[in-house]
């Protein structure tokens, strides 16, 4: 990923102290665009040029929805803005012709940044709609939106505190503090990642268990192997990419929200997803979840159209459907298990903390990585013999039982 390369965080370090030197206050939003603009131009002219369009448009739409014309503008933002998504992700991947032709070759920046840049925009209008937004400057928005260090891969700051930020004054603590968080999260990236668990991962464990779902007979330590690393290989290099992303923040006196919070210490499924991605679900609570509760007036399909809008979110895939599905479905079980553990169980045989916490969190993160390891399968008929591997269903006893 561009983030990761050498050249990259040199340009930003000397862009910060630019930024810290010789631009004024007044003006840092507009450095911050200019900036941005010029090094995602590089790689993206022509689609960068359909990003100004869009902002553009979004923000004569935000000065429309601030002088009452709520309802209508907002819908048509919405809709424009989830065309670009669909039209960026989708088609043009989908069609490499197409792409080449308006300029959209492939690179991790512009699918990961569209993704983002999306909610983010949402977020805003949303946040106009509701008031929550006082003061709308096309500078501020083009800087939000466009900031370099978040527009590929977040995190989702809201746009009140990016604007705040920008306030801020000079911090030597801040600022030398974002090397230390790059530096962490090179560490993980290049060393835990790339050198370690991506060798065990791709190398070792994930070819014997496609070898053995061919044969539909996955031991289940295998099994295991595969759910558990593809999971601690998916959250070290989001938290890895957190960092870096964070730490560039700091740089220019932002301190964007934290992503992850130690997710694998969770002792619950509804816990894990307080801790796991927090602002892509600090962003499906407020955008998704609560305006479904006030549609449905039911708690349960509002938790599952939340997860699924996060799941095709990923990508438009049946897959990453059944992951929102799997989610939700976690969190209702756990749900119902809670109360009848706390009602039926817990006044007649209480269990010590301690193992309650372990035996929580083991599940949880089990539960939760099984998920996220389909996303690896090449079919669901890999992932099912993965799960029948993890249950114990492909011993020779369970074989000649069933």
């Known amino acids: 990923m561009i983030l990761f390369s050498w050249e990259y965080i040199t340009g930003m370090i000397i862009g910060s102290i630019i930024f810290w030197m010789f631009v004024p206050a007044h003006l840092r939003a507009h450095f911050i665009t200019l900036a941005s603009m010029l090094s995602i131009g590089l790689f993206q002219p022509i689609f960068t040029s359909i990003l100004i369009v869009l902002i553009i448009f979004v923000y004569l739409g935000a000065i429309r929805i601030q002088r009452g014309d709520k309802f209508a503008w907002v819908g048509m933002l919405i809709l424009a803005i989830i065309s670009i998504l669909i039209l960026a992700k989708y088609l043009f991947v989908y069609f490499e012709p197409l792409a080449g032709a308006v300029g959209f070759e492939k690179n991790y920046i512009v699918p990961l940044g569209i993704s983002y840049l999306t909610l983010r925009l949402i977020d805003f209008i949303i946040s106009v709609k509701r008031g929550v937004v006082k003061e709308i400057s096309i500078s501020n928005l083009f800087a939000y939106i466009m900031f370099l260090p978040t527009f590929p891969g977040g995190p989702i700051e809201r746009y009140t505190k990016f604007i705040d930020d920008l306030k801020l004054s000079f911090n030597p603590e801040r600022y030398f503090g974002g090397f230390l968080r790059i530096a962490i999260g090179f560490f993980k990236k290049i060393v835990l990642v790339d050198a370690i668990l991506y060798s065990l991962l791709y190398t070792k464990i994930w070819p014997y268990v496609k070898a053995h779902t061919v044969w539909k007979d996955v031991p289940p330590e295998a099994a295991f192997a595969f759910i558990l690393f593809t999971m601690l290989y998916a959250y070290i290099d989001l938290s890895s990419y957190a960092d870096i992303a964070i730490g560039l923040g700091q740089l220019f006196g932002l301190q964007t929200c934290e992503d992850m919070n130690y997710p ?50 990923h990508y438009f895939a049946v897959k990453w459907v059944l992951w929102g599905l799997w989610q939700a479905t976690g969190i209702v079980i756990y749900s119902i298990w809670a109360k009848y553990l706390k009602k039926h169980i817990s006044p007649y045989f209480p269990i010590p903390s301690s193992i309650g916490h372990a035996l929580g969190a083991t599940l949880t993160v089990i539960y939760v990585s099984f998920a996220y390891s389909v996303m690896m399968t090449d079919s669901l008929e890999q992932a099912h013999q993965i799960l029948r591997g993890a249950l114990f269903l492909n011993r020779p006893l369970f074989d000649m039982v069933l």
Not at 278 to 298: E, I
């Open 264 to 313: 694998m210490f969770s002792q619950n499924i509804s816990e894990f997803w307080k801790r796991w991605h927090m602002s892509l679900c600090m962003w499906c609570r407020n955008n998704v979840y609560f305006p479904a509760l006030g549609l449905t007036r039911s708690n349960l399909i509002s938790l599952y159209i939340a997860f699924m809008i996060m799941g095709v979110w």
